[in-house]
């Protein structure tokens, strides 16, 4: 059955720790996601790409916050230097093709900045 | 902007008796609708979405929704609830130019035995 994995589920850090989540999209899908859910904002586009290819990531704190795909099995999510206020839930989703078709996503990775 | 209003971030209902959460949308084009659900410390998972071809929309788990483009409304019902139903519910819009959906707040659904 396939679907979404990401690792690690939870991750306890500690202020200005680097923080690294990854992301496993189903194959064969080329669009990937990456979500924060947090209580106060909700569920929060950061990024997303097609094809490896970054469109859109103004939804990320530019300064510390980068995403990348180094090949077609995997998508990274990079904090550094992390903040209490990153800690939220992070989704990631899968997809193919266009927007109109349905995201898969991940169980997400629980981040906790201490 | 494309966007969404989910009326009521927490909804109750009894074991049997009807599951009515409200969305109403705002956009500019025909909008593509959808309706997800989440269950406690999982991902979202699809329930439905409208894509124009028909009005009323039948997802899984028995739910269904209704597009009136004259309310801007799209509704999610479901006749009888269950107790599995307790999830947190979103309602999406696809973005101006096929960007990606843009979620609602979310209705929280707590069913009473």
């Known amino acids: 059955d396939a679907r979404v994995t990401q690792t690690p589920r939870d991750k306890v850090t500690e202020m200005g720790q680097e923080v690294t989540m990854r992301c496993q999209p189903i194959l064969g899908h080329n669009t990937v996601f990456w979500y924060r859910q947090t209580m106060m904002q909700g569920l929060e586009l950061l990024a997303y790409f097609r094809n490896r290819a970054p469109l859109d990531d103004s939804g990320m704190p530019k300064d510390r916050f980068s995403a990348e795909m180094p090949d077609a099995t995997l998508a990274t999510l990079k904090i550094q230097p992390s903040e209490p206020r990153d800690s939220a839930v992070y989704f990631c989703?899968?997809?193919?093709?266009?927007?109109?078709?349905?995201?898969?996503f991940g169980p997400g990775t629980r981040l906790t900045v201490l | 902007a494309q966007s969404v209003t989910q009326l009521g971030s927490h909804v109750s209902v009894s074991e049997g008796a009807l599951v009515l959460l409200r969305c109403n949308y705002s956009?500019?084009?025909?909008?593509?609708l959808f309706w997800y659900v989440q269950y406690p410390n999982q991902g979202l998972q699809l329930l439905l979405k409208y894509t124009s071809a028909a009005t009323l929309v039948k997802g899984i788990n028995g739910f269904e929704a209704e597009f009136k483009k004259s309310e801007t409304s799209f509704h999610l019902t479901k006749p009888s609830a269950h107790m599995s139903d307790a999830a947190e519910y979103f309602c999406?819009?696809?973005?101006?130019?096929?960007?990606?959906?843009?979620f609602g707040k979310g209705t929280r659904l707590s069913v009473i035995a």
């Open positions: 956009s500019s084009v025909p909008p593509y």
């Open positions: 989703a899968s997809g193919v093709g266009d927007s109109n078709n349905e995201q898969f």
């Open positions: 999406a819009v696809i973005g101006v130019g096929n960007t990606p959906l843009v």
